[in-house]
């Protein structure tokens, strides 16, 4: 199809394409004469990743390309790095002392091996975690960490639904972008459903505290 | 104390704490002579604060500045901001057509009332999680959305958690602190909680199809 139809279908404007192509994060067309390109489903689907990735996830354009890179040419970073996209925090370490860090670190380990999850001593997404317990007890904030093991139930339920879902998929391919989608757009919608719950139960919370009980 | 104790104390660079006084992040501390400022404790928490959000949160300067000011005059749309901020998300919306946007709010409506959360109608953290909805709809991952259900019951439990600890605090100024630092610290914890669990549960999968099962 030529780039017209390709902007129709996509709903993304004709520069907007010509940007993301430049910018390499959508393939360039195949050249059927000296001013024309042709594309296929492949670039209506790539675009539309695009657009999720930067419009609704929020990644910059270096961040969409990367995670597009890894995704063309899977290794075993890719996993990490869709870690990192995700949690979106600087790699820059809040300064902890390493009493703070090793005790941590064994909170981390003893909840990780408590539910029989597998994984790597050395994942990145292990030290992410790790760091944001550590920054918690520096701040002296110890008892929010009670939340830990109930999270822990709720991730474990949450990744059994999620590999569900997209190993029902047929090919590799979709089911690559299904979990790209899905890792992306999801923890987005995990976070926007614990927003509502946390209106909801604090709703319940204030009406009771206030005497107002008529509706619950 | 002086700014080389809260410096101290908080292992934050006293430049960086001039830095953060001028951006209005941190309240001036008071004169005590033309050179001389003396801090309090409320400086020390709102250092910890600062550097919590931005290192490990990843907050920008300027959104850190608008959360604080919220939560220091705290209002009906500090909820809001918080929500907006956790998000993380661009606030230009994928272009969907009325009618996917239309049934993707009907799908959100009956998530919500199905659970009873009472969350008002024009709610901005709900037309994040239509949004969304309909980026997937309109994305053809509809099959993704099966996992709707699955997170509104995690997140129903985590709300819960998220109250019940907070709510143990004895003033109202440490529970605002713990909310904040619990919505943004937390979320992260939970995306990263949940890549753990995929890496585990994708582990599982791979290890069962390719005929290796001795360690389950």
Redesign the interface.
């Known amino acids: 199809m030529r780039i017209a139809e390709l902007s129709r279908r996509t709903?993304?404007p004709v520069p907007t394409i010509k940007y993301y192509v430049r910018e390499g994060l959508v393939p360039r067309g195949e050249l059927t004469s000296r001013n024309q390109a042709t594309y296929d489903d492949r670039h209506e689907r790539r675009i539309?990743?695009v657009?999720?990735l930067?419009?609704?996830?929020?990644l910059s354009v270096a961040t969409t390309r990367d995670l597009l890179a890894q995704l063309d040419n899977p290794d075993a970073s890719t996993?990490n790095l869709?870690?990192r996209t995700?949690?979106?925090?600087?790699p820059?370490?809040?300064?902890v002392d390493d009493e703070t860090r090793a005790s941590a670190a064994a909170q981390v380990r003893a909840l990780?091996d408590g539910?029989?999850?597998?994984?790597d001593t050395h994942?990145p997404?292990?030290d992410?975690?790790i760091?944001?317990?550590a920054?918690?007890r520096?701040?002296?904030?110890d008892?929010?960490l009670?939340?830990?093991d109930?999270?822990?139930?709720?991730?474990?339920?949450?990744?059994?639904?999620?590999?569900a879902?997209?190993?029902?998929?047929e090919n590799l391919e979709s089911i690559i972008?299904?979990a790209v989608?899905?890792?992306v757009?999801?923890?987005?919608?995990?976070?926007?459903?614990?927003?509502?719950?946390?209106?909801?139960?604090?709703?319940?919370?204030f009406r009771r505290s206030s005497g107002d009980v008529s509706?619950l």
Chains 1, 2 share one sequence.
């Open positions: 709903a993304v539309r990743l657009r999720a930067i419009d609704i996830g929020g996993d869709l870690g995700m949690l979106n925090l600087n820059s370490r809040e300064r990780v539910r029989g999850w597998r994984v994942d997404t292990l992410v975690l760091d944001l317990v920054a918690l520096a701040l002296g904030e008892d929010l009670e939340i830990l109930t999270y822990a139930e709720a991730a474990e339920k949450i990744a059994a639904i999620d590999l879902v997209v190993s029902r998929r972008d299904g989608v899905g890792t757009l999801g923890g987005s919608m995990l976070l926007a459903l614990r927003r509502l719950a946390h209106i909801d139960a604090s709703g319940r919370m509706g």
